[in-house]
């Protein structure tokens, strides 16, 4: 891990979990307020660049404030924050202090991608929200179908706990 402390980068992520892998990229339905939800993209997809601002660190996390990087413009600039409901999603205007823990979870040198676990301040591993689309008359509860939307949350409920990697684009 001595690799990454004390550094900041930009780069991709990937969930690399078993029925759950993908990019991590962002809603688009909140794209008129500069902010989004993160979300488990279909393979193929291009992830989000996310921001890695390193604050300090542990025997065995780093602890990073995150971003959306400048090289997504729609977006740069947002902070990685939690909604009351436990999803995460980038905010524009909103006041975002809580900070981000990565616990490599495999020996990383330069160039390759680094595997790891990822945290909210309280330690709740990221996990993944399966919102299935409601079928039928739009009352009552969603019944799963082909189509729904994999959303990033630390909440308890949150059925998937997700492992990642990262492609680092740049460091800073």
Known sequence: MSTIQGK???AHLYSISEAAEGPIGLSSEL???NSGWLTRQNPGATPVPLKFD???HTEDRVHY???VADEAPEYAGTVLGISRNGYLGVYGVASVIDFWKVE???SWTEGEYLYFNWRDHQGH???LHREYENSGSGRGPAIPTSRFTDY???APTSAYVLRFK???LKWL
């Open 166 to 168: 990262a492609k680092i």
């Open 8 to 10: 900041s980068f930009v």
């Open 54 to 56: 390193y604050i300090e």
């Open 104 to 106: 490599v979870v495999r």
């Open 31 to 33: 794209a008129l307020t």
């Open 125 to 127: 591993r990221v996990s």
């Open 152 to 154: 990033l949350s630390v």
């Open 65 to 67: 404030s995150v971003s």
